[in-house]
């Protein structure tokens, strides 16, 4: 690993640690994460002071990341604190005191500045062009405003799960409770003049109570995997879990599957911001971001390094491209063997009924079919299904993921049979059968550049109904690369229905 660093935030409810890995070729991953809850924000709505028990308990959690981080020799570390120690009086003690114990020097982020690195960290990792991001943190909530990408407006309201738990636990009548704190924020919010603008738009969240009520919905739809980030819900699937946690008694909350114990009594008032701008803004569905401060600040430090702009152009060519880098594949050799592929897509159009959707996944999975080689070489395609099953392809979906990562693991001769039990279970058996179809064209560009040089500059393909003519447009005869394709021959017949040749 060419560099580590670490991105320790530190929030009102948990204290969280990125150690980033940055490799030779430049492709960056979570090297290890740590977390800890910590609740520094406890009892800081009285007298806006930090208290000494969860000051001692930070302290003891950031003493144990200062371990971490000379076990894995990290270079730098930024340390970043939000609304706790934001909002607190005794601020500049805490600061020293940690610094003092730990080693650690904390930068205090302004809301704005928070808000910004949300932003950064979304924006970077999932496609969309317009939406209200919302960040429910311990001890705040920032709302951003994204018109074409761009941040139009932002602010950072100082009530989080945490404080607005406290704020309203003096009434012990839940259903008292819920009707108060609604009542509160509606009011709160509809004096952020910029909102009006915002309605109808979808939201996508951030935080710890968030990707809890993400949890329970795939709990309560039986959804396999555990991969959070762009996981989608509609308003009415929004809707039926923030009834179930209504509806369920405070102490048994940590029975729904997909909330921990430790969030179980901040869950009720933590999920009311999210609850109170859906209404509002009449918001169609909810997208969950695993990224927020931490990967948009690294995104911020990254970025500026290699001197490209703060928002990336293109989601999922930043991140296919950085897949690349981190498992040391062969680029000149997936760029071209995803042109082969879309090039066999587009020429055989009369023969197919695919979409732009299923050009979409081919193109990425042609660029990361070798991914796997990072592993080993037997089983390649294999590795590189596992790989991308649990990795987050960003700019996809929860389910073109699996897609993709199913079409990486047919491009090989071998075939998956009782390894796509679970992707069956994931994507339907029909969307698998149409993947199987999908990955023949995969499977055909990948043995058209059989030698990775590149031999085979292009195709000139006649389609007919009966069998299809492949021309390899080439500087000399490629005979490696053609005699490696027709191997698939009857393959192709069996799934299309006709006849394939291929000749020079």
Known sequence: MKQKLAIIDLGSNSVRMNIMGINTQGGYAVYDQAKEMVRLSEGLNGDGLLKDDPVSRTIKALDYFSSLLKVYEVQEVHALSTAAVRLAKNQREFIERVHRETGLKFRVLSGEEEAYYDYLGVVNSIAFEDAVLVDIGGGSTEIILVRRRRLVNAISIPYGSVILTEHFKADKNRRKQIELCEAFLLKLFKKIPWLKNAK?????????????????????????????????MTAAELNAVFERIHATEPKDLDKIEGINKRRADIMTMGMMPLRVLQK??????????????????????????IGEPMIVPDVLRHSKYNL?????????????VKALALSLFDQMQTIHDFDAQDRRLLSAAAMLHDVGMHIGYYDHHVHGMYLLLN?????????????VA???????ESQLKDRVRDIEGRLGEESVKKLQKLSILLQLAEQLDRSEVGTIKSLAIEAKSDAVYIKAIADSYPELDIQSAMRFAD??????????????
């Open 280 to 305: 509002m803004l009449n918001s169609p569905s909810l997208t969950i971001s695993s990224n927020g401060l931490r990967e948009g600040y690294f995104f911020a430090y990254y970025l500026e390094t």
């Open 491 to 504: 393959r192709f017949t069996k799934y299309y229905g006709c006849e394939i040749n291929i000749y020079y």
């Open 200 to 232: 109808d738009l979808p939201i996508i969240g951030l935080g710890g109570v968030i990707r809890t009520l993400g949890k329970v919905d795939r709990n309560m739809n039986r959804y396999s995997g555990e991969i959070m980030h762009n996981y989608q």
């Open 391 to 403: 990795s987050k392809i960003d700019g996809l979906s929860y389910h073109e993921n699996i897609a």
């Open 324 to 336: 690349l880098r981190l498992y040391s594949a062969n680029i000149p050799h997936a760029v071209h």
């Open 406 to 412: 199913f079409l990486v693991g047919n491009h090989r």
